[in-house]
Every structure is written in structure tokens, then in C-alpha cells.
């Protein structure tokens, strides 16, 4: 995703709808609104890259806006959807400070097409920061940053969810490489038989499926940077060969015969203990020795705390922005609860707790009352002697789960309770039913 954010303003929803899927498809970042008067609200808000509006707005129109603009925030570009037929008026606008205008109807690659012309310097200058206050994370980002400029492998070690992708990309970012390509591949979630002949490629009738040749990740990340996910969960034959591959800096596609030469930086991540998993025999100790060469080690959030408020805002942005919901915040009291949680499940962890903050509390304002977190962390049962206060606790903890799911559910299906019903197997009467129940409990649900 690029970090390119766009304000649209576009009062007939079906289209502002129509927009906002072509732009998030395309990996841009965007906040709608319908009028002009709530654009210039946003504007005092946040930064924007690039304003598309539509010129017939109800209050003030589009080129109203455009003064506003023009006089307001002189750098920012901004492009004016009109009517066909409405020429003279857009030569108007281009002339007042649009940098462009669109004649409506157009196509979704019209559009991009534009926007990309008015915003690519963005993109590619853009080092996407990752969020980092706690001092031991300004500390590793720092180091990563001195490593990063190397060529040194690195190797990143850290618990499930913690962002060691994100890091690797910051690394690739900061790096000489960073207009080269990135290729990460994940060895965990890939079948091990195709692992292989993902990494290194194939020739046309290699094995049986094979039916064309296909160039493999290294070759696709050649000048580049390879990711190497979870890399402890390949096999031993399979490390084997990928220890050869990174000491002869060539590759050999499966079923060839030709070495390609190969220029990749390695960046390789585990959430395992790598040392203990070498003495155990999971894990090769030459290839360890020839990843470990620079480590760096992701804390879980539970041991850096000073992230939680920033990344809890930044993820309430990133999702409000996302669900159309204008300006969001954390009340004192939801912030000290996801600051007393234990995090299992790390960043991923929060941001589903955050996504199910904004869809339980309907609008931008996080209360308390929202965060709900995943059962695993769910208060200790055994913790309580009194087994009526732990049947209690259980009751509540499955219920609040029924409560996510049912959120969730609704999240996915934008809304339409028929199509909740049937997903979950239960009757339209037991939804209405449980969602009464949602709102008794405080949950609000839009
Ligand atoms: N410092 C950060 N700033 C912003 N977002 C972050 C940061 N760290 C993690 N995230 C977000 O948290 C999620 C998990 O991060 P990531 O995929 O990098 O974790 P991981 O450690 O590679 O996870 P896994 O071990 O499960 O593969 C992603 O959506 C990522 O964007």
C-alpha cells in the first residue's frame, strides 16, 4: 500500500462508493466526503496528498473548494470532476489552480492514470515509516537504518505479529536497493513440495504441472531484496540447497542447466528461538551462521508499551479512514486498557482490536467499553477459586467472542442481516435477537 492519501469529494454515493474501491485497489489511501464545507474540515485535520472533487456539490461547489484550496494550501494538488459537456467550465478551473479536470463519464484508468501523473514523486520517495516511540524501538530503527545501507544479511527475530515484515521493509527502504524490487516469500505458508521450485524457479517440463518455465524468487528479486518468512519452517534437504545457493550467489532453476548469477540481498525472519532450534536439529547451524549475520530482535508490544498509543492511533486512523468515519480518538480509559493487555498476539493482535473498536462503537469515539480482546487472553479461569465467579468469567468471555464474531460478520457483509444469518447458520430472528444483546451490553451497532 502506498501511503499516498487522497481526499475525494463526491456527494452521489453510488459513485463516491464506485471511487473509493478503484483507489484502495490501486493502494492509495483515501478519506471521502460529500461536501466542500466538510472537506475544508478534514483539511485542518490532516494531510493529504492530492484533492479530487466534484465540481456540483450542495453548499459550496467545487470551485469554491478550489479557492479555498489554492489560497489555503498552495502545494496541494487538486483535480475537478465535472459533467460532460461542462468544458468551459474545467478550462475555468485549470486556469483558477486545478492542475487537472475529468469529464465525467470516465474510466477507472482515466482516473488513475491522473492521479499517478500528480502524485508519483510521492510514491516514490516515500519510505513508509513504521510507527516507533518506545525508546527500544527508536533504537532498533535506528540500528536498522545503519544496517540497512549495507549489504549485510539480516536476520530479524521476533515473536508472531510483532512487524518483522515491516521492518524488512523498512530495511529495503533505507537501503541503495530500494528502487529494486522487494520480494518476500513466506516459507510457512507455502506447501513444502512447491517451495522449492517457488525459490529457485523451473524449466517447462520439470515435473509434472510444469508447463511453462517460471522464473523463481531469487531471480524475480535479482538487483533486489528476498524476504525469507518464517525461513526456520523449510526442510532440512530444502535448507541444504539454500545454503548453497547463498554461497554461490547463483541459482539454478529445477529442471535447467544453466547458473544464473545472482546480486540479492537476504533479509531472513523467524519467530523461533533460532539458536535452541539449531541444538534441538530443526534448524541447519551453517545456514545460521551464514543468515545470522546481522540480528536484530522485534520485542513483543507487552515490552515496549511506548508504542501502543501511537500505533493504536494510527491504526484507528488507518480503519476510520477505511470505514468513512470521520475524526476518531481513544478516550484516557480504552487507551489504559490496551496498555494493560499482554498482546499474544502482538500488532496483528491490535489491529483486529482496533478494527472491532470502531465497528463496535459505530463512530470515531473508542470508549472502554469497545476493546475487546481475542479469547486467548481472556481473564484466567484458574486464577478464581469461587467456581461460580469462573464459570461466570468463562460465560462472559465466550459471549463476548459470539459478540466479535457477530460484529465481524456484520463488518463483511456491509450491514445486511439476511446475509449475516446465513454465514453464521443461524435464523434472522436469533441475529436480531443477539444483537439486541449487543446493545444491552453497551456495544453499539450501527
Ligand atoms: N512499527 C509498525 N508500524 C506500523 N504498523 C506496524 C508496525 N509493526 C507492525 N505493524 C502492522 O502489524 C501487522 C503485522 O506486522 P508484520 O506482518 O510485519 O508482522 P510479522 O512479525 O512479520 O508477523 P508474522 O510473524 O506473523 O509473519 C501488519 O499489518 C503491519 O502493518
Not at 478464581?384 to 463483511?412: C, P
Request: proline share 3%.
Amino acid at each position: 500500500m502506498s501511503d499516498v492519501s487522497l481526499l475525494i469529494v463526491e456527494d452521489d454515493r453510488g459513485l463516491a462508493e464506485a471511487l473509493e474501491d478503484t483507489l484502495l485497489m490501486a493502494g492509495y489511501q483515501c478519506l471521502m466526503v460529500e461536501s466542500s464545507e466538510d472537506a475544508i474540515l478534514q483539511l485542518k485535520r490532516q494531510r493529504f496528498d492530492m484533492v479530487v472533487s466534484d465540481v456540483n456539490l450542495p453548499g459550496m461547489d467545487g470551485y469554491g473548494l478550489l479557492q479555498h484550496v489554492v489560497e489555503h494550501f498552495p502545494e496541494l494538488p487538486m483535480m475537478l470532476m465535472t459533467a460532460y459537456g461542462d468544458i468551459a467550465h474545467a478550462v475555468d478551473a485549470m486556469r483558477n489552480g486545478a492542475v487537472d479536470y475529468l469529464l465525467k463519464p470516465f474510466q477507472e484508468a482515466e482516473l488513475l492514470s491522473v492521479i499517478t501523473k500528480h502524485t508519483s514523486h510521492i510514491v516514490k520517495s516515500s519510505v513508509q515509516k513504521p510507527i516507533a516511540k518506545d525508546p527500544a524501538s527508536v533504537a532498533l530503527f535506528d540500528l536498522a537504518k545503519r544496517v540497512g545501507v549495507t549489504d549485510s544479511t539480516v536476520l530479524i527475530c521476533g515473536e508472531s505479529g510483532t512487524g518483522k515484515e515491516v521492518l524488512s521493509q523498512y530495511i529495503h527502504a533505507v537501503s541503495e536497493r530500494h528502487s529494486k524490487p522487494f520480494v518476500a516469500v513466506n516459507c510457512a505458508a507455502i506447501p513444502e513440495n512447491m517451495l522449492e521450485a517457488m525459490l529457485f524457479g523451473y524449466e517447462k517440463g520439470a515435473y509434472t504441472g510444469a508447463v511453462s518455465s517460471q522464473a523463481g524468487k531469487f531471480e524475480q528479486a535479482n538487483s533486489g531484496t528476498l524476504l525469507l518468512d518464517e525461513v526456520t519452517e523449510m526442510d532440512v534437504a530444502l535448507q541444504a540447497k539454500l545454503l548453497r545457493v547463498l554461497q554461490e550467489q547463483e541459482v539454478e532453476r529445477l529442471g535447467g542447466k544453466k547458473a544464473i548469477k545472482l546480486d540479492v540481498r537476504i533479509i531472513a525472519t523467524t519467530n523461533r528461538d533460532l539458536a535452541e532450534y539449531v541444538r534441538e536439529g530443526g534448524f541447519r547451524e551453517d545456514l545460521y551462521y551464514r543468515l545470522n549475520v546481522f540480528p536484530l530482535r522485534l520485542l513483543p508490544i507487552r515490552e515496549r508499551k511506548g508504542d501502543i498509543q501511537p500505533l493504536s492511533e494510527a491504526l484507528l486512523l488507518k480503519y476510520a479512514q477505511k470505514m468513512r468515519i470521520n475524526g476518531s480518538s481513544l478516550t484516557p480509559a480504552a487507551l489504559s486498557k490496551l496498555e494493560a493487555h499482554s498482546w499474544p498476539g502482538n500488532v496483528r493482535e491490535l489491529e483486529n482490536v482496533i478494527q472491532r473498536a470502531l465497528i463496535l462503537s459505530g463512530q470515531g469515539r473508542i470508549g472502554e467499553e469497545h476493546i475487546l480482546f481475542d479469547m486467548v487472553s481472556a481473564p484466567q479461569v484458574e486464577e478464581k477459586d469461587d467456581a461460580h465467579e469462573a464459570a461466570s468469567i468463562l460465560g462472559k468471555g465466550v459471549q463476548q467472542h459470539e459478540f466479535r464474531i457477530i460484529a465481524q460478520a456484520l463488518v463483511d457483509a456491509k450491514g445486511k442481516r439476511k446475509e449475516v444469518a446465513e454465514t453464521l447458520g443461524i435464523s434472522p430472528r436469533t441475529l436480531r435477537y443477539k444483537i439486541a444483546k449487543m446493545r444491552e451490553c453497551g456495544i453499539e451497532v450501527d
